[in-house]
């Protein structure tokens, strides 16, 4: 983005550097797009072949010391059988996280970070941030384990009596991690299994003063025997000498598993592979059926060879039935201090694309810096530095849980990752490898989950209850991201299938919501409308509506889609739950009938078209002289505004007040003025749509946050079940020959219009701002100046209980009004004015303390030429009444049946 952007570039640019860089060169060769991506790591250096970059790192971070050390103690606790039974369950899990790793990276290109990489395009910055930063905690206390296992075979060897001391353990393992960090290459170990086939007997065992079993100073080791392997068939749960802790089936199985964990160490060197989408499944699945045979085989021939008492008391004891000892020593360093490189460079190259992606700010912003060529430095020694800090946590058998849950969660993530995108159904989600279904997915996400919180209940809940609050952060943090977000997809696929099952011959007035369409002509100057049709749509569909004059075949291109954008932003910053819809046409009536017949989709589609009112006060514009309530407190609208600086400034002899219809945002013309006619005729039309139409007027006066701030003051809305108009025309149509104006409705608060009226400001009344501040009102007529109450008083009063509506009855007089409007029949008509100014004054007589009035709207003349007639009484009847709705209701919208 260039530098000195306004404020609306801001909020309207947020996209990465690689997404403009696609949006300005849509031309470019795919390949230099990819070249692009990739060098944004840094120089290129050279890449690594599937063997060396994914199958060396996978098998030694999975045999290290467990291979070496803790074979003899699984076999010891479990027994043969439960030893390889742990195998196939810990490979069963790994093998469908495997498949799930396999189809993500056969889906793209793969950049730096592995699993995160995969995690985070897949799933969002949301989740791949906080399962990233996880998945590096992860590696960072795995090669803490690996130190730590090689400083035990290292005090094992050398005994108690060398030069290293085990009360100095810690002390030893700090000094044995400081050389790793300028260890390039990794150590093969090729003769892991070979000690076990060597027969040796007459093994003196270095004294443990543990256990009982333990005090013997000589213990035989016996080669192959029947009688050992028939003895080491079952399981033997006993206290571990390192720990002091009763041993049972899943302590020993989060041991095991520590040594399957390494699948993720060629993914995570994705960034230095030739062919990463080839060489991570080939790799990955080799390593996995390789050292699968190797651990399957050293549990048989430890069953068959070394009998219980020497596997429960020392776990090095591969040192001394070796031919030469040196030989498991050197395979011990070699493959420890290799594992716990991989994990330790894997941890930095996944911190160093959390920190490229900015996800947490400037906490991690220096682990961006790197060398010259494109090693991150900074990211490795703040992960020695972690590695360090983890090394006094405790012994080999203590990190192991941990560990194994930080990894499970991955492997989770990985998996859900990947059901994701095949539930998604994303056309784009077309992966090489197909041996994996959503089944693997699922199984492998549940089996992950499962064994995390048998495995450690605790430490799994800490770590769920951390992730979530990293969601949380993330997600308020972080700005939008261009790599596309899977909740996206998986909301589409569904919302498409609800909206398929959603049948429009099954709809029942007892599940009747509002479904709106509001017209805007400029935003500028309805704000308060916007968020008023926000409060009382009670989770129906919401459709904001914009008609552009114009025809696209005199254009050279959309003029519409650049604005789009805008419309979003103002709907995300005023936090209204809308959609926008926005079109072209000849004119404005068009447009807005072209709307009320597309908008929306299926069984969600708008039932109730509001417009502004159409009269000569002048526009407010409220994002400069009106700060928006939302949420309790009283916001400015200058963000907002710099949303749409784009527009010109209001003028003050605009025909239409805030929350009139708005015509092109950026017209400079008075094209898209709309005169009186049309403006009735998009009434009519609406409801011979059969659509519920409602006229807003005054609404730029609404100040919710005055109503919030005077607690104390009760607000009333206002409710007048009563068509004025037909009270005046009958009385005109007796002496007028029987000749009517306007068509007229029953006046009854029973009709359907009325029952709209009560059913809107109900529902207003529901919501909770207003529910807390506001009490409903309905005005009951009196026909004469000497009723003391209304004749239907009781029978309203019956009728709300039914339809549990609670409002007060307010009985009013006709009074005046009726002699005025008998006078009307037979005087002129500024005598017939007079009328509707006398039934202005009289609402306003009771319009103490009111919020917001509703009216009756009644039907428009079938007549054009009395458009301006009818326009002209509602204006009357109106005027300074603040807040006002017309409501003309078409719709059964109450049921009195459960």
């Known amino acids: 983005m260039a530098t000195g952007g306004t404020d609306k570039d801001l909020l309207i640019n947020k996209t990465s550097p690689k997404s403009d860089y696609a949006a300005s060169h849509t031309s470019v060769r795919l390949s230099s797009i990819v070249d692009h991506d990739q060098n944004a790591l840094g120089p290129q250096q050279p890449k690594l072949s599937t063997f060396f970059g994914v199958v060396v790192p996978c098998c030694l971070s999975m045999f290290s010391v467990i291979l070496f050390l803790r074979m003899g103690f699984i076999v010891g606790q479990a027994g043969m059988l439960e030893g390889l039974a742990m195998l196939l369950l810990a490979y069963s899990i790994i093998g469908l996280t495997v498949l799930s790793v396999c189809a993500i990276s056969t889906n793209g290109a793969i950049e730096g970070g ?127 000498y390192t720990t002091l802790k009763m041993q049972n089936f899943v302590i020993v199985f989060a041991v095991l598993f520590n040594g399957c964990t390494g699948i993720m160490a060629g993914a995570n060197m994705s960034g230095d592979l030739k062919n990463p989408s080839r060489s991570i499944p080939v790799g990955t699945i080799s390593a996995c059926l390789i050292t699968f045979v190797v651990y399957m085989a050293l549990i048989v021939l430890i069953s068959a060879t070394t009998p219980r008492s020497i596997l429960h008391c020392n776990y090095s004891f591969l040192l001394t039935i070796n031919l030469w000892g040196p030989f498991i020593a050197i395979g011990v360093f070699a493959s420890s201090l290799s594992a716990a490189l991989s994990c330790l460079i894997g941890a930095s190259r996944i911190l160093y694309a959390l920190a490229r992606d900015d996800l947490f700010g400037i906490i991690l912003r220096p682990m961006t810096k790197s060398t010259s060529s494109g090693n991150p430095i900074v990211a490795v020694l703040f992960s020695w530095f972690l590695v360090q800090m983890t090394l006094f946590v405790g012994q080999l058998n203590t990190i192991a849980p941990i560990v194994t849950i930080f990894f499970l969660i991955s492997y989770a993530a990985t998996d859900l990752a990947c059901l994701a995108l095949e539930w998604a159904s994303a056309p784009n989600f ?47 943090r972080v700005p939008t991201s261009s790599w596309g977000y899977i909740s996206q997809a998986l909301i589409f696929h569904q919302v498409r299938k609800y909206m398929l099952m959603l049948d429009v011959r099954k709809e029942h007035v007892k599940f009747w919501r509002p479904q709106i369409l509001l017209m805007v002509k400029n935003p500028r100057s309805s704000c308060q409308l916007i968020e008023f049709i926000n409060s009382i749509k009670k989770s129906g569909l919401y459709v904001l509506g914009h008609v552009s004059i114009g025809s696209l075949s005199e254009m050279e291109s959309d003029i519409l889609k650049p604005q789009y954008n805008h419309w979003l932003n103002l709907v995300d910053e005023m936090g209204v739950k809308a959609f926008v819809e926005l079109t072209l046409s000849k004119s404005v009536r068009e447009g807005t009938e072209h709307l009320l017949r597309i908008s929306g989709l299926g069984g969600m589609k708008p039932n109730t078209l509001v417009l502004g009112f159409h009269d000569n006060l002048p526009q407010k514009d409220t994002f400069k002289d009106l700060g928006i309530f939302k949420g309790g407190h009283s916001r400015t609208g200058s963000s907002i505004a710099s949303i749409i600086s784009h527009e010109q400034p209001l003028e003050e002899d605009d025909a239409f007040d805030s929350g009139s219809f708005f015509p092109d945002v950026v017209e400079t013309d008075d094209s898209g003025k709309l005169s009186t006619i049309d403006y009735v005729a998009i009434i009519a039309d609406a409801i011979k749509l059969q659509k519920n139409v409602c006229l807003a007027r005054y609404f730029n006066q609404l100040d919710k946050t005055s109503m919030a701030q005077d607690k104390a003051k009760v607000h009333y809305i206002d409710v007048w079940p009563v068509n004025f108009l037909t009270h005046i025309v009958d009385r005109r149509n007796n002496s007028d020959a029987g000749t009517s104006t306007f068509r007229t409705t029953s006046s009854s608060f029973f009709d359907t219009t009325c029952v709209f009226l009560m059913q809107m400001a109900c529902i207003l009344n529901m919501t909770p701002f207003w529910k ?26 019956e009728f709300l209980k039914t339809v549990r509506i609670k409002a007060e009855i307010k009985p009013v007089k006709w009074g005046d009004v009726a002699t005025s409007s008998d006078q009307t029949a037979t005087n002129s008509q500024s005598n017939y004015s007079d009328t509707l100014k006398k039934i202005n004054s009289l609402i306003r007589s009771q319009h103490s303390s009111t919020a917001v009035t509703f009216l009756y709207l009644p039907t428009p003349p079938m007549s054009m030429d009395q458009c301006v007639d009818y326009i002209d009484m509602l204006t009357q009847i109106s005027d300074n009444l603040g807040p006002t709705l017309f409501v003309h209701g078409l719709s059964h919208v109450i049921s009195t049946t459960l």
């Open 114 to 240: 592995g699993a995160y990489f995969m995690i985070s395009r897949a799933l969002g910055p949301e989740f791949g941030g906080a399962i990233g930063l996880m998945f590096f905690l992860a590696n960072v206390a795995s090669t803490a384990l690996y130190i730590f296992g090689l400083v035990e075979a290292m005090l094992s060897f050398f005994g108690p009596e060398g030069q290293l001391q085990p009360q100095h353990i810690n002390a030893y393992v700090c000094i044995t991690l400081q050389p790793h960090t300028t260890i390039l290459t990794p150590f093969i170990c090729s003769f892991l299994a070979k000690p076990l086939f060597i027969l040796k007997s007459n093994v003196t065992m270095v004294h443990m003063n543990v256990l009982h079993e333990c005090n013997a100073t000589n213990v035989t080791y016996t080669s192959f025997s029947e009688k050992t392997f028939r003895e080491n068939l079952g399981y033997d749960w006993t206290i571990d």
């Open 430 to 476: 077309r992966p090489t490898f197909k041996l994996f279904t959503w089944h693997t997915c699922v199984l492998g996400f549940l089996s992950c989950v499962i064994m995390m919180f048998l495995i450690q209940a605790l430490y799994t809940s800490v770590s769920v209850v951390v992730l979530i609050i990293l969601l949380i952060i993330i997600h308020y």
């Open 772 to 797: 807390n501040r506001t009490k409903l009102r309905i005005f009951l007529f009196t026909e004469t100046s000497d009723d003391s109450t209304a004749p239907g008083d009781e029978e309203l009063e």
